[in-house]
């Protein structure tokens, strides 16, 4: 019996998740509690809303839109967390590999671990697994805690295990103003990314709040009222301290794009 997807939503034509233009797949369900978040909507496994697809349908609802791919489109699965469905991920991007489709997972590491049957489970979908966009939310474990309501172990231990396994990744950050926008903080993210062999592209993704109305649709408090989004300056002082150090100004492989 084929394994079903909770699915929140689709997206024909993506363009800022992976390379090229990409089918994005929104799963639903996610742990995490993250205050800037801008889809809380997927939050919950369970809302009434949901789809449920197999691999095979959502793969031919995908290749419609083949044609616009280019030679560097594919699929990308978000969310909410993707790594909660890990059974429904192996079948869909075996079922990908097999028709030749990129296959890309947006994911923010959070259920991680190296017990069974999940890690089992994650080294299996590596080998279908072509890129990985990992969000790094924030480096303090204490302020991670505050703005996620989670840990942040778990997201760096997976991170340091996918340069172990030369797993492709992007490293994602949200720049949070009085949060994550600190030089401190960008500094010791910076130090960390450079232990890590396999990052093949750094993106400051600057906080917005274009999915407030989707809390207040949902009745949830939003606590970042008054926070602005980061201004053009503190943008590019991200890019340059999180691709080239504090200092030192001189070219590394993570170059900004």
């Given at each position: 019996m084929e394994t079903k997807g909770i699915i929140h939503s689709t997206e024909n034509f993506g363009t800022v998740d992976g390379p090229g233009?990409?089918?994005?797949?929104?799963?639903?369900?996610?742990r995490m509690r993250c205050k800037f978040c801008h889809n809380p909507d997927t939050w919950k496994l369970r809302t009434g809303k949901e789809k449920e697809y197999t691999a095979k349908e959502l793969l031919d609802k995908a290749e419609r839109y083949r044609p616009y791919w280019g030679e560097n489109g594919g699929i990308t699965v978000s969310g909410g967390e993707p790594l909660l469905q890990l059974p429904f991920l192996i079948e869909l991007f075996k079922e990908a590999k097999k028709r030749g489709i990129h296959t890309c997972l947006d994911t923010c590491g959070q259920p991680f671990t190296k017990k069974d049957p999940f890690?089992?489970?994650?080294?299996?979908?590596l080998e279908y697994t072509d890129?990985?966009?990992?969000?790094?939310?924030?480096i303090d474990?204490?302020?991670?805690?505050?703005?996620?309501?989670?840990?942040?172990e778990p997201i760096l231990e997976m991170a340091t295990y996918l340069s172990e396994v030369n797993q492709p990744v992007w490293i994602r950050h949200v720049l949070l103003p009085e949060w994550s926008d600190k030089d401190e903080y960008l500094d010791r993210l910076h130090v960390f990314i450079d232990t890590?062999?396999?990052?093949?592209?750094?993106?400051?993704?600057p906080y917005h709040t274009m999915g407030?109305?989707?809390?207040?649709?949902?009745?949830?408090?939003y606590e970042l009222?008054?926070?602005?989004?980061?201004?053009?300056?503190?943008?590019k002082n991200a890019n340059l301290r999180l691709h080239t150090?504090?200092?030192?100004?001189?070219?590394?492989?993570k170059e900004p794009q």
């Amino acid at each position: 019996m084929e394994t079903k997807g909770i699915i929140h939503s689709t997206e024909n034509f993506g363009t800022v998740d992976g390379p090229g233009i990409r089918f994005v797949i929104f799963t639903q369900g996610c742990r995490m509690r993250c205050k800037f978040c801008h889809n809380p909507d997927t939050w919950k496994l369970r809302t009434g809303k949901e789809k449920e697809y197999t691999a095979k349908e959502l793969l031919d609802k995908a290749e419609r839109y083949r044609p616009y791919w280019g030679e560097n489109g594919g699929i990308t699965v978000s969310g909410g967390e993707p790594l909660l469905q890990l059974p429904f991920l192996i079948e869909l991007f075996k079922e990908a590999k097999k028709r030749g489709i990129h296959t890309c997972l947006d994911t923010c590491g959070q259920p991680f671990t190296k017990k069974d049957p999940f890690f089992s489970q994650f080294n299996e979908l590596l080998e279908y697994t072509d890129l990985i966009l990992l969000d790094l939310k924030h480096i303090d474990p204490k302020v991670h805690l505050e703005l996620t309501k989670c840990e942040n172990e778990p997201i760096l231990e997976m991170a340091t295990y996918l340069s172990e396994v030369n797993q492709p990744v992007w490293i994602r950050h949200v720049l949070l103003p009085e949060w994550s926008d600190k030089d401190e903080y960008l500094d010791r993210l910076h130090v960390f990314i450079d232990t890590l062999n396999n990052v093949e592209r750094i993106e400051v993704l600057p906080y917005h709040t274009m999915g407030k109305f989707k809390w207040d649709q949902l009745g949830i408090p939003y606590e970042l009222e008054d926070i602005q989004p980061p201004t053009p300056e503190r943008i590019k002082n991200a890019n340059l301290r999180l691709h080239t150090g504090k200092y030192t100004g001189e070219d590394t492989k993570k170059e900004p794009q």
